[in-house]
């Protein structure tokens, strides 16, 4: 079994001046295989040979987060985040032999109401410019092409538009 290594780091900071709230929160994670081993393989019978260093498939380097929203109205809140994630080598390829998925990032809108306390009523749209991304891969067999062949499968992101890209909830505090 292949040894593995992933370290990295998390900052945060958040703050509030006024009716005005803010945050930004950014991880990096190095997550490589840390020995030379052949690895079973769904697509290749012989296995994939990773060497000391390779990523591991699946997991970004970067995440980015940063968000604000102000207090319009008394205990009315409406705000807006970005969130942003590097690419990172799809399932199966643990040699990184085929191109990353590409980064993506997302803008949401969100609106609270907070009128007492344990109780906050909120609304938010995701991805409201639509952005178009993949959260991730793998390779595989496409048993459809003429030949079989291996290719690269992505899991597409974003907003399922048939809910408009909306979530609503009520939520009670402790």
């Known amino acids: 079994m292949a040894r ?9 900071l958040q703050g509030r001046w006024t009716a005005f709230g803010y945050f930004v929160n950014y991880a990096y994670i190095d997550a490589t295989y840390q020995s030379n081993e052949t690895l079973a393989s ?8 990773v060497q000391s260093g390779d990523h591991i498939p699946g997991i970004p380097a970067h995440n980015l987060k940063v968000g604000a929203e102000v207090e319009v109205l008394k205990d009315f ?3 807006a985040n970005v969130i942003y994630t590097s690419g990172s080598y799809l399932r199966g390829d643990d040699c990184n ?3 990353k998925l590409d980064g ?5 809108l969100a609106v609270r109401y907070a009128p007492i306390k344990h109780l906050e009523l909120w609304d938010g749209s995701t991805n409201v410019t639509n952005a ?3 959260t991730a891969g793998a390779l595989n067999f496409n048993a459809f092409a003429d030949p079989i062949a291996v290719r690269a499968i992505r899991r597409p992101g974003g907003t399922d538009r048939r809910l408009g ?3 609503s909830a009520l939520l009670r505090g402790i």
């Open 165 to 167: 890209g909306r979530q």
């Open 4 to 12: 593995t290594r992933r370290q990295g780091v998390e900052v945060g």
């Open 77 to 79: 809140f409406a705000g």
């Open 97 to 99: 032999n085929q191109p």
């Open 132 to 134: 178009r991304y993949s």
């Open 104 to 108: 993506y990032a997302t803008l949401n």
């Open 42 to 49: 769904v697509t290749d019978p012989n296995g994939r040979r």
